[in-house]
């Protein structure tokens, strides 16, 4: 069986002050809840940026 869940390498951040790249961060909505963001660098700064994070329907994932 395939894997569900694919581990992607750790990156490692520099300074945010000293790279620009690593500033600039860009967010993408559906309208549905779910959404995109990340950093232009492609480096994942905050708990919250992803490629795909979908909304669940109540009462599973949200409250």
């Not at 860009?26 to 492609?42: D, E, F, I, Q």
Request: net charge neutral.
């Amino acid at each position: 069986m395939a894997d569900l869940i694919r581990v992607m390498p750790e990156r490692q951040v520099r300074d945010p002050e000293s790279d620009p790249h690593l500033r600039e961060e860009w967010l993408v909505t559906n309208g549905l809840g779910g959404y995109a963001s990340g950093t232009v660098s492609g480096a994942i700064t905050r708990r919250y940026h992803g490629l795909l994070i979908a909304a669940l329907p109540n009462p599973l994932g949200r409250t």
